[in-house]
Structure formats: structure tokens, C-alpha cells
């Protein structure tokens, strides 16, 4: 642990449902848990939800057939890890806060996938140029459209479709959409995701309510007179 | 069905987000058990020096005598059955009160608007925010929250702060927000600082009332998931402190 990483599993408090788009179809999912089952539920028309783009962590993520996925991030901005292993591709991973007519909750978003990536790419592009103007506030997005890509390779002939998210609003923090670093995020340690752990955007401080006396406005008039 | 269609909440505002913050179970007896909630001689007064004010605004030429009789009218109409040995004492505050508040926004001129109706949508709460301003100059680009007191406050108190931010957010960025804090002795007007971080904190508070009604339609059992702290001004009223021992039995 000198190097401050955790190789351990971060526990079931890491478990954080999930909608998941999929590339191939241009669809995005909500996957709910169901009697012990997986059920997935098509939101792709309705989708709208809060991204949490300050905490957007990118980095590379493997998805082994029929296994956990295994993650190597860091947070936007930070340092980011070395690649675990052959099977990991970059990716990103945020988590959204979907509207109640979606299904209301928290979810994690994670892919591999270039045009998925693209498309979370635009996003951000339109996150940060609005961001100056709306302090402390996150974006909204809808899922406007999906626009298929085709490339070739190896004489195929391959078609994935790239989410087209519409930045619609910005809105203060969820409550419920607190970021915790992850035990298998890049130089996490469990004991640091818990001090860590941010549950508002904003300074670190409480916000001053005001001290400063003022008086009534001077007419324009009275200025010149 | 929402968690405020069960209990019956069409909306929120600034002063049941402030309840909820400070005195959980007080909002639960109002909100959730629909409990009375006698209001007390001093926010009585708030409302008479308010009325008393707002005629002297209005009509810049009233003599303040005229204000003050307009506050003694409505405080003795409002107090009327009251046997509450405070009224005396809210009573006697009130001339100097309305004398002192003229003084202080007299000039600024007459208020385009008085207890103006504010309405704003919080993105994942069912119901919507709303809350009433007491005076906007719209062509000074000002609006004025008045409150009444024994002191004055060296700053804009933080339930105060929440309330006005959500005046600012819906009535433009480019009004200057401010609380007007007037006692029989002294006034003291000051401007709102960081009105997104007290709007935020009170879309917060809305967001968390709406996830804490959630967890169950019944009132008890909400009830038994806080304690009232049975000093605090929300349960000194006799009826209301009968009903906390009741329901809590503290």
C-alpha cells in the first residue's frame, strides 16, 4: 500500500446501478435489478439526466464476456493510470442522475466504445463552455439523436452509432448524486474515497450571506444636479 | 403518487425548507399531521410593521403617524384573541419600528411591486418552490425583504439568505437582493452575497424534505425518525407543546 493503491475489492457499496448505451444499436438501457435478475429496460427515447461531468473519470476499462468489468481511472484532470493489461481499452465512466420520467435515479455510465466516446466527448465540450456562465451548477442532457459512423477494416464493414447528447439545462447538484472515488479508481485507497467524498459542488466553505450595508440607489438626476 | 401528493404539499417554500432545516418535527406535525400552527405575537408584529410600511411606500406624502396607526389596526385585529402575555411588549415596538423602516426605504420611492408572487422549478422535485417578496423597485433594478426585530443583526441571517436568493433567481440576476433588518432603534440594510450557493443549499433542502417524505406514508412513522428539541421557539406555543408530548413523549 506504499504506493497508496488498493488491489482489494471496494465491497458492495461500490455497486452502483446502470444505464448503458449501446453503440451498436444507437439505444441506451437502463439495467434494473429484477428478482435477482438483469432486465433491461430501453430509455433511449426518454433519456434525461444530470452528468456529473466534475467527476467525470476517464482511463481504461476491460469488460470481460461474462465477468465484472475492471476499471483503471482517474478523475478529469488527475494523473491518469497506466493500462492494466491487453484487454483494457480506454474508456470513460460518469454518473448521471436521471429524470423521474427515466427512471428517477442514480447510474453509472461507462464505455469502451469510440463512438459512444465521441458523442460524451461533445458533451463535455458543451459542459465546459457553459460552465463559466452557471457556477456550481451541473448540465442536462437529453439524448437528442444517434448517428451511425461506419468503418472498414480487415475488408469489414462496420456501422456503430454515436449518442448526440442536447445540453437543455443546468440545475444545482442532486442530492443524491455524490461522487465517491472508487477503491479500484487510480491511487484510491477505501479509506481515502471516504475522505474524499463530495456530496456538493461549490468552495470549500460555508458561503457568506452578506455584511455589507447599502443604501438606496441615487436618482440619476440627483447625480447630475 | 408523489411523497407531497401523499401528504397533501402542493409546493414548498423558503419558510417550511428553514422549518424542515431547523426543526424537523415541527415541519412534520404541520406538514404531515396538518397540526395547527398558532402564530405568536411577534410575527404578528412582522406583519403589522410590514402593512404599516408598505402604506408609508405607497403613499409618500402619509404622515408616519398615519403608517403607524395602520400597524396598530391590523396588530390589534390579528392579536384580537390572543391572550399571550408577549402581545404587550410587540405591541409597544411597533411605532418605532415603522418610523425606523421609513426612514430607511422611504427613499427609494415608491415599490413597483408589493408581495410579489415568486414561483421556481427545482429539476427532480414534484412540486414547485414558491415563496412572496415584500417590496421590488423593478425601474432600481432593487428588491427589499423586510424583517422585523428587537436587534439588529451584524449580517443577513442564513434562513434569510435562502428565502431572498430565491427572489433573486426568479425576479433576474440583475437585481440587487437585499434584507432590510429594522428594531425600534436601529435599521440596517444589507445586500445578498453568493445567491447561487443559498439558492443551492435550498433546492438541497427541498430535494432531501422530498427523499426523507418518501419513506413512508405514515406520519408516525416519519415521526419517530426525529426528536424535537422541546426549548426551541417552534414548540412554545401551549397547544403545540401538548401535541409534541403526545406524539413524541419528550
Same mark, same amino acid.
Given at each position: ?6 488491489y482489494e ?5 461500490d ?6 448505451y ?10 434494473d435489478?429484477?428478482?435477482?435478475d438483469?432486465e ?5 427515447r ?8 466534475e467527476?467525470?473519470?476517464t482511463g ?9 468489468p ?13 493500462? *492494466?493489461?491487453?484487454d ?6 460518469i ?20 463512438a459512444?466516446l465521441?458523442g ?7 459542459y465546459?463552455a ?16 444517434t448517428?451511425?459512423i ?9 456501422t456503430?452509432?454515436? *449518442?448526440?447528447?442536447?445540453?437543455t ?18 491511487g484510491?485507497?477505501a ?18 450571506t ?9 436618482d ?5 444636479g | 403518487?408523489?411523497p ?6 402542493a409546493?414548498l417554500?423558503p ?8 426543526a ?5 406535525l ?5 397540526r395547527?400552527?398558532p402564530?405568536? *405575537? ?11 410600511i ?8 402619509a404622515p ?5 396607526s395602520?400597524a ?9 384573541l390572543?391572550i ?7 405591541r409597544?415596538a411597533? *411605532? ?10 422611504r427613499?427609494?420611492?415608491i ?17 414547485p ?11 432600481k433594478?432593487?428588491?427589499i425583504?423586510?424583517?422585523?426585530s428587537h ?13 431572498v436568493s ?28 453568493n ?8 433546492e438541497r ?7 426523507f ?5 405514515d ?8 426528536v424535537p428539541d ?17 406524539i413524541?413523549?419528550?
Amino acid at each position: 500500500m506504499a504506493i497508496g493503491i488498493n488491489y482489494e475489492s471496494g465491497g458492495s457499496d461500490d455497486i452502483i446501478p446502470i444505464v448503458k448505451y449501446d453503440a451498436k444499436a444507437g439505444r441506451m438501457f437502463r439495467r434494473d435489478r429484477v428478482n435477482g435478475d438483469n432486465e433491461q429496460v430501453d430509455i433511449t427515447r426518454s433519456f434525461k439526466a444530470v452528468f456529473d461531468f466534475e467527476n467525470l473519470e476517464t482511463g481504461h476499462i476491460a469488460f470481460p464476456v461474462g465477468g465484472a468489468p475492471d476499471f483503471a481511472l482517474a478523475r478529469i484532470g488527475d494523473r491518469a493510470p497506466e493500462k *492494466p493489461s491487453a484487454d483494457h481499452r480506454q474508456g470513460a465512466r460518469i454518473l448521471v442522475k436521471l429524470t423521474k420520467d427515466c427512471g428517477g435515479d442514480v447510474r453509472e455510465l461507462a464505455s469502451t466504445a469510440k463512438a459512444f466516446l465521441r458523442g460524451l466527448d461533445a458533451a463535455h465540450d458543451a459542459y465546459e463552455a457553459g460552465m463559466a456562465a452557471n457556477p456550481g451548477k451541473l448540465p442536462v442532457y437529453i439524448l437528442k439523436d444517434t448517428v451511425p459512423i461506419t468503418s472498414e477494416g480487415g475488408g469489414n464493414k462496420t456501422t456503430n452509432y454515436s *449518442p448526440v447528447f442536447e445540453l437543455t439545462s443546468w440545475v444545482a447538484r442532486p442530492s443524491d448524486l455524490t461522487y465517491i472515488p472508487r477503491a479500484k479508481s487510480a491511487g484510491i485507497t477505501a479509506s481515502a474515497a471516504a475522505a474524499t467524498a463530495t456530496t456538493h459542488a461549490g468552495s470549500s466553505t460555508p458561503p457568506a450571506t452578506g455584511s455589507s450595508r447599502v443604501s438606496a440607489p441615487v436618482d440619476a438626476e440627483e447625480d447630475f444636479g | 403518487m408523489s411523497p407531497f401528493e401523499r401528504y397533501g404539499i402542493a409546493h414548498l417554500s423558503p419558510s417550511s425548507c428553514n422549518t424542515f432545516s431547523a426543526a424537523p418535527a415541527a415541519f412534520i406535525l404541520q406538514k404531515c399531521m396538518k397540526r395547527s400552527n398558532p402564530v405568536g *405575537p411577534a410575527a404578528h408584529r412582522g406583519t403589522s410593521v410590514e402593512t404599516g410600511i408598505a402604506h408609508g411606500l405607497q403613499y409618500p406624502h402619509a404622515p408616519v403617524e398615519e403608517c403607524i396607526s395602520k400597524a396598530l389596526e391590523q396588530f390589534n385585529t390579528l392579536c384580537a384573541l390572543s391572550i399571550d402575555s408577549r402581545a404587550d411588549k410587540e405591541r409597544s415596538a411597533i *411605532p418605532e419600528m415603522v418610523k425606523t423602516g421609513l426612514v430607511e426605504l422611504r427613499p427609494y420611492g415608491i415599490p413597483s411591486s408589493i408581495q410579489g408572487h415568486v414561483s421556481h422549478e427545482v429539476e427532480g422535485l414534484s412540486v414547485p418552490l414558491i415563496g412572496y417578496y415584500d417590496f421590488e423597485w423593478a425601474h432600481k433594478n432593487v428588491l427589499i425583504d423586510l424583517k422585523t426585530s428587537h436587534t439588529v443583526p451584524s449580517k443577513i441571517k442564513l434562513p434569510h439568505a435562502r428565502k431572498v436568493s430565491l427572489y433573486k433567481a426568479v425576479r433576474g440576476d440583475h437585481l440587487s437582493a437585499r434584507i432590510t433588518y429594522c428594531a425600534p432603534k436601529k435599521v440596517a440594510t444589507y445586500e445578498l452575497e453568493n445567491y447561487r450557493e443559498h439558492l443551492s443549499a435550498l433546492e438541497r433542502i427541498c430535494l432531501t424534505i422530498q427523499k426523507f417524505l418518501s419513506l413512508s406514508d405514515d406520519p408516525l412513522e416519519l415521526a419517530s425518525l426525529v426528536v424535537p428539541d422541546v426549548d426551541s421557539f417552534y414548540y412554545a406555543d401551549a397547544v403545540t407543546r401538548q401535541e409534541v408530548y403526545q406524539i413524541w413523549g419528550v
